[in-house]
């Protein structure tokens, strides 16, 4: 029986459902502008004016049986059901009056006691073949026994929503109905809406099973260890995750729960932004037929990319199936995590390269969710810049970030893990002055804390922060573990420590009034003796 979307009120009759990858590269090639297939066979796409997410675009609907679970704001905005209903329809009407349609049948999350059954109906063949790479999809046997799916992604991006119709701001709008279980885009191409779209669903919807959303990676050794890494973009938890001794779960969305982590996704979406084979090869050795590479420049003839070039985006993206990386634990789960790393990439010089974090203080640094960038040379402007996102992914949590502080500091007592903050960025003085800390140091750090060894060594309290600072870890010099001896100018560095501990002070203000007595008092405190 040929397949339909008439109960969605779609009419069109050229529907490719689930369609092999050379169908689709077919299709994108003869009718998709910008399309192309690079020299080692990934499909060249671009997405048009948007070219990264726009969250502020971004609503959910206000409906009685969710609305006091969510965090209401900024991120997550509300949006009255009248108006999704408009925009549900100026999207359905737009693909009625396409030439051809495709639909994915897949499913979110390894774990089958959470797995979701998702759909995505869009127009353009770049969408089918980016969401048949991250989601997980069904065998023959499954598709035929799928059935009415969970939630439904209505990807109309290529029509615009109306600027005048209430609570739009734009000619983008990313609108979640949690109790209809469906989501509609208008006015972006971006195919990393529909990706995050149900990771925020999985956001929502798994605390109330008392499973712990996560945006971070996770691989297990060969002893079966388990550890997750989380960390805002330019911190590293993709390249620290790619480890030829371990086998990769995932790199960016995982669950917790009562048995242990599974992967929400069936595929990666990794930067390519400066990617190599010398520090990427994992990465670079996906990108072959069947990846999706998005708005990268290349050259016309050869069709070689250049990576380096961002002239149309810091944000260039490679979509391919897990399975493309060599090292993997399939199906993508394991057990319980014994090892939970926070990456940050401190610009401003003074965390140390690793400390051993209490469940309390674990909670804190997971709901201030930390980092500094460089800031931009356009205006002449060195200082680094703080970033604070909570739980490393404000932008996809509903639930106040307490709600996902305190299952993940019941989880780490529960299961006895350790926590680390693990700095990624610069020692001997701040950006500018000092030097970024050697991946090679790094990944000796991450390799002791997987094999057990800094269980063993001694540590000195910061006086400060409070966490537990290793006075030694194998590969690394002992004295770039202590920060303040590897600044030359030690005034400077308690100037700096000062102004960082503000900045962490000043952001969780907007938290205390919603979190425990002790995760609070985990917060760095100044006026103490700065000794380290």
Known sequence: MKFNLQKSGIEVQEIYRN?????????????????????????????????????????????????????????????????????????????????????????AGWDTDYQLKVRIICTRA???????????MPTEEQLA?????????????????????????????????LEQKEIVILGTQYAGEMK?????????????KQVLPMHCS?????????SLLFGLSGTGKTTLSADPNRKLIGDDEHCWTEKGVFNIEGGCYAKAIDLSPENEPDIYNAIRFGTVLENVVYDKNTRKVDYRDTSITQNTRASYPIHYIDNIQKPCLAGHPNHVIFLTCDAFGILPPVSRLSPEQASYHFISGYTAKVAGTEMGVTEPIATFSACFGAAFMM????????????????????????????????????SRIKLAYTRAIIHAIQNGDLEKVTTTIDPEFGFAVPVSCPGVPAKLLQPRKTWADKNKFEVIKEKLIRLFQDNFKQFESQVSLEISEASPKLGTSMSI
């Open 399 to 434: 639930w106040h970030p307490n709600k996902y502080a305190s299952l993940l500091a019941n989880k780490i007592k529960k299961h006895q893990s350790s926590a680390w903050l693990v700095n990624t960025g610069w020692t001997g003085g701040a950006y500018g002055t000092g």
């Open 145 to 177: 026994d799928f059935g009415a799916p969970d939630y439904v992604i209505y990807n109309g991006g290529s029509f615009p929503a109306n600027r005048f119709t209430s609570k739009m701001t734009s000619k983008t709008s990313i609108d979640l109905h």
């Open 196 to 208: 995050k779209g149900i990771f925020s669903v999985m956001n929502y919807l798994m605390p109330l």
């Open 19 to 107: 369609t092999s990858t050379p169908i689709l590269y077919e299709i994108a090639l003869r009718h998709e502008k910008g399309t192309a297939i690079s020299d080692n066979g990934a499909l060249l796409v671009y997405s048009g004016e948007k070219t990264g997410r726009s969250p502020k675009d971004k609503r959910i609907v206000r409906h009685l049986d969710s609305e006091n679970n969510i965090d209401w704001g900024d991120i997550n905005i509300e949006l009255d059901e009248h108006t999704f209903m408009v925009n549900r329809e100026r999207a359905i009407d737009y693909l009625n009056t396409c030439e051809r349609l495709f639909v994915v049948d897949a499913y």
């Open 126 to 136: 770049y969408h089918a073949l980016f969401m048949q790479n991250m989601l997980i």
């Open 218 to 226: 996770s691989n297990v050794g060969t002893k079966g260890d388990v």
